[in-house]
Structures are given as C-alpha cells and as structure tokens.
C-alpha cells in the first residue's frame, strides 16, 4: 500500500523558511516521479512542482508562484523527497500535499498534507 | 499556466445525473490523455475519482466516468446520491511538463 507522510509544517515568519519532508512507502520510490501541491484555506488546489526520478535526471520543474523561491529533492537512499521554501510570503500559507506520480500516466496517490502558516 | 476553467458550482437531486465540465487548451486537455478528477470533502485530502481521462481507480463507485472531447474534459455521475456532495477538481498534464488544477466546483446534492 503507498504511504506518503508529510512533516516539518509550522509557523514561519515573512521572508523566513521552511523545509517539508515526505516519506514514502509501498512502491517503489526511485523510479516515480514526485509532486507537491497545496492548499490555501477555502481555496483550491494548486500544482507546487516535481521532481522526477535518476533516469529522468532528476528533472524539475514549478509553478510560477514559486519558481526561484521554492527547490524539490529527493533522497532515493531514504525514500523521501523534499521541498525546501524560502522567501517565504503570506500567501504560501496552505496545507502541502506530498504526491507520488507515475511515469506515462496522471494517476496520483496522495499524503495527508502537512500545514504551514507564514505570519508574523 | 492558467488553471482550469470549471463551473464554481452545480447542483441535482437524489437519483439524478450530472456531468461536470473542465475546459483547457491545446497545451494541456487537448493535448494528453492525462486529465484527472478529485473529490474532496470538507477537511479531507482529495480523493482520486479518476486517471487518464476515463480510469477508474479500483474502490471509486462506477457511477463515476470520465471522458473527453477536444480541450474539455467531463466527470459525469450518475444515480446522484447525498455522499457526493462535495468539491470537484480536474487537473491535467502540460506540454510544458507541469500540472495544472481547475478551480474547483462545487456539488450540492438537494
């Protein structure tokens, strides 16, 4: 069974960082590619980013409202990816949601989201 | 990438059908049969409905389909029961490599 379970949410300040975790489990880790998305309050969903496996090159790619500011990684060695998040602003606050992917299709499997809160 | 454009909000009674659309462009929808569809109650994470314009994840209800016509996609379902109230999202793959959502609609079961 694919288990994705997201950690490191919290309180951060304006212009702070923050670094969210996801271990992953049930299937095999390295070969997907891995998304993140998130969740304003009462808002909907919006596409964070990917990283995508070894023999992809570990390509990424991101949404425009985080590009240069948000970086995915992953550790194939511990099954976990990560998605790093500086200059952090206001409307960053949201639920993340760690995503395994698969290659050649848009079928997903979903964490329960871990919550980060930018305010002062 | 703009999202996609979902109606904010539909609504049928118990027993009916209804058919959520999801329009995009030839750079996304049109583009792939990598369209998806959530279901997301209140305080939940979302609930994958369908994959790939018309899978069905094993354990999701078979009055839930899926289809697409040019750069919009469709959730239709039928025998409409009170569990279904919820929010609905689309998503699809880009050319560009990337995901995008809908902006969510709204399903009120009366």
């Known amino acids: 069974e694919v288990q994705l379970v997201e950690s490191g949410g919290g309180l951060v300040q304006p212009g702070g960082s923050l670094k969210l975790s996801c271990a992953a489990s049930g299937f095999t880790f390295s070969g997907s590619p891995m998304h993140w998305v998130r969740q304003a309050s009462g808002k909907g969903l919006e596409w964070v980013g990917r990283?995508?496996?070894?023999?992809?090159?570990?390509?990424?790619a991101y949404a425009a409202s985080v590009k240069g500011r948000f970086t995915i990684s992953r550790d194939d060695s511990t099954n976990t990816v990560y998605l790093q998040m500086n200059s952090l602003k206001t409307e960053d606050t949201a639920v993340y949601y760690c995503i395994r992917g698969y290659t050649s299709s848009w079928r997903h499997h979903w964490g329960q989201g871990t919550l980060v809160t930018v305010s002062s | 990438q703009s999202a996609l454009t979902q109606p904010a909000s539909m609504s049928g009674s118990p027993g009916q059908s209804i058919t959520i659309s999801c329009t995009g462009t030839t750079s996304d929808v049109g583009a792939y049969n990598y369209v998806s569809w959530y279901q997301q109650h209140p305080g939940k994470a979302p609930k994958l409905m369908i994959y790939?314009?018309?899978n069905r994840p094993s354990g999701v209800s078979d009055r839930f389909s899926g289809s697409k016509s040019g750069n919009t996609a469709s959730l239709t379902i039928s025998g409409l029961q009170t569990e279904d109230e919820a929010d609905y999202y689309c998503s699809s793959y880009t050319s560009s490599g990337t995901g995008v959502f809908g902006g969510g609609t709204k399903l009120t079961v009366l």
């Open positions: 790939d314009v018309i």
């Open positions: 990283i995508r496996s070894k023999a992809n090159n570990y390509a990424t």
